[in-house]
C-alpha cells in the first residue's frame, strides 16, 4: 500500500475509528453490528472491516500491549482514545502492506479531530509508537504459548522486543486470543486443556466463505469435506452464485443438521428460527412435498425469508404470533436456536468476549422457552431437530436431557463436532464447531 493512497485509507481509518468507538462504549457486552462503509471504495471497504474484524478478535493482546505504555487502567480511557488505539494497533501488528508512519499519522489526525485535546493525542501517539518499538521482527511460526511472541492468523508472528503476556498460563491465553478468561476456563472444564488450547487458537483463524452442493469452478477450491469448496480469495461470490444457483453458502458442520431428517416424511415443518433461511433452503429441497413453515423474531431477518418464500414453492413465512397459534399441525420442529457462537468465533469475533457463566444461563432459559414454546405447535408423533452452533453441552446435550426428562421426548440422534483448522492451516480444512441433535416426541 503506497503513501499516495492515504487520502483514501484515511477515510477507512475514519469509518473504522468511528465505528469501534460505538463497541469500546458497549464492551465486553458486544454484539453484531453492521460497519458503516457506505460511500467508500471497494478497497477502503475492505479495510476499514479488516480493521475492525483485527480489533475485535485481538482485543486483549491489543490492550495488554497498550497497557505497556499506559498510566491509567484501560478501563478509564475515553472511548474514542481506545478506538484509537485498537485501531492503530490492530494496522501495525494484524494487517500488511500498512506503513507505520500513516498508521500513527491518520491515528493521530484522527483523535485530534475528534476535539479529544492535546493530552489525548500525545497519548496515542506515545502508545503507538511503543507497540512499534515492542513488535520485533517476523517470525515464520508462533505457537500463543510464549510471553514474547504473538501469533497471527496466518500462523506467523512477531517475535517481542520483551516478555509482555501473563506468567500464568490460562491468562496468557486469554491475551493471546482475546477470549474471555471464564470462556477458557469453561473449556478447560468440559473439553480439557488440549481440546481447549486448540478451540482457542481456532479462533484466530480467518474463516473462508464455504459453499455447498456448488460445482466444478475456477474459482473455487475442493474443501476437505466432500460436496463443499473454498471461495478463491480474489473470487466474487455473486458470480459464483449466480453460475451455481442451487449452491448454498454453509460451512459443512451447519449442514450436517438437515440430513438427520431424512426419511421422516413429515407434511408441515415448521422452522421456528429460521434467520436468512440458509437451513429452510436445505429443507424445502430435501423434502419437496412437505409444507415448510419459517419464521423468525427479527423483523430484518423476516424479510429476508419472505423474500424465499417468494422464490421456493414449498415454503411459506409466517409471522411469530402465526407460529404460535400452530397447535397440533407440525410433523417437524426445527429449532436453531440462540446461542453463544462459541463454536464459531473466527466467523462471530465479538462473542469470545462477552460468554460468562450468567449470559450462558440467560441463554439456556431463552432455549428452553423456545423450545416449550414450539411444544405446543406439534403433531402427538412427531419430531424436534434441535441445533446450535455452540460448543457448550449445557446449550446441547443438556438441552436433550431437559426434553427426556420434562417432557418424555427420546434422542433418536446426535452429534457434537469440534471446529477444525488451526492459524496457518490451508482453508480447506477449516470447520465451524457446532452440535444437532433428531429427537422423538
Not at 500488511?96 to 498508521?103: E, G, K, L, T
Not at 477470549?179 to 469453561?186: F, G, I, K, W
Not at 421426548?409 to 446426535?414: I, M
Amino acid at each position: 500500500m503506497s503513501d499516495s493512497e492515504s487520502p483514501t485509507t484515511s477515510t477507512a481509518r475514519d469509518v473504522a475509528c468511528r465505528h469501534l468507538t460505538e463497541l469500546a462504549r458497549m464492551h465486553p457486552a458486544i454484539f453484531p453490528r453492521s460497519i458503516p462503509t457506505g460511500g467508500l471504495e471497494p478497497r477502503d471497504q475492505r479495510l476499514a472491516e479488516a480493521i475492525v474484524n483485527e480489533a475485535l478478535a485481538r482485543w486483549e493482546t491489543i490492550t495488554t500491549l497498550a497497557g505497556r505504555a499506559l498510566r491509567n487502567p484501560w478501563e478509564r480511557i475515553d472511548a474514542p482514545v481506545q478506538a484509537a488505539l485498537l485501531s492503530g494497533i490492530s494496522q501495525l501488528l494484524f494487517l500488511d502492506r500498512v506503513p507505520d508512519h500513516a498508521v500513527v499519522g491518520e491515528t493521530v489526525e484522527w483523535i485530534k479531530r475528534t476535539g479529544a485535546g492535546r493530552g489525548a493525542t500525545g497519548l496515542v501517539n506515545a502508545v503507538l509508537r511503543r507497540v512499534i518499538e515492542l513488535r520485533g521482527e517476523p517470525v515464520k511460526q508462533a505457537d500463543g504459548r510464549q510471553r514474547d511472541q504473538i501469533l497471527r492468523s496466518n500462523g506467523g508472528g512477531w517475535q517481542l522486543t520483551e516478555d509482555v503476556f501473563n506468567e500464568d498460563p490460562l491468562i496468557r491465553l486469554s491475551e493471546q486470543t482475546g477470549h474471555a478468561p471464564s470462556l477458557l476456563e469453561h473449556w478447560q472444564r468440559s473439553m480439557g486443556k488440549k481440546d481447549a488450547f486448540k478451540a482457542a487458537l481456532h479462533g484466530l483463524c480467518s474463516p473462508p466463505i464455504i459453499l455447498h452442493g456448488a460445482g466444478r469452478d475456477d474459482d473455487l477450491i475442493p474443501h476437505d469435506v466432500p460436496g463443499f469448496h473454498v471461495l478463491k480469495p480474489d473470487a466474487r461470490l455473486d458470480d459464483v452464485l449466480a453460475r451455481h444457483p442451487d449452491a448454498l453458502v454453509q460451512d459443512s458442520t451447519t449442514a450436517r443438521a438437515v440430513p438427520m431428517a431424512d426419511g421422516l416424511g413429515p407434511e408441515v415443518i415448521l422452522d421456528l428460527c429460521a434467520g436468512h433461511g440458509t437451513k429452510s433452503k436445505q429443507l424445502a429441497r430435501r423434502h419437496p412435498d412437505s409444507r415448510v413453515l419459517v419464521s423468525d423474531t427479527d423483523a430484518r431477518r423476516l424479510e429476508d425469508l419472505d423474500a424465499l418464500a417468494e422464490a421456493v414453492p414449498n415454503i411459506e413465512a409466517i409471522e411469530p404470533q402465526e407460529a404460535r397459534e400452530l397447535r397440533g399441525e407440525v410433523d417437524l420442529l426445527v429449532l436453531d436456536v440462540p446461542c453463544s457462537n462459541t463454536g464459531v468465533l473466527p466467523r462471530r469475533r465479538e462473542a469470545r468476549m462477552r460468554f460468562d457463566t450468567g449470559r450462558l444461563k440467560d441463554l439456556i432459559d431463552l432455549q428452553r422457552q423456545i423450545t416449550a414454546d414450539g411444544l405446543a405447535t406439534l403433531k402427538t408423533s412427531s419430531h424436534i431437530l434441535y441445533s446450535t452452533c455452540s460448543l457448550e453441552p449445557e446449550e446441547n446435550g443438556a438441552m436433550a436431557q431437559w426434553l427426556r426428562k420434562w417432557h418424555g421426548h427420546g434422542l433418536v440422534e446426535e452429534h457434537t463436532i469440534l471446529p477444525a483448522g488451526l492459524p496457518g492451516d490451508p482453508p480447506t480444512t477449516y470447520r465451524d464447531g457446532g452440535y444437532a441433535a433428531l429427537i422423538r416426541t
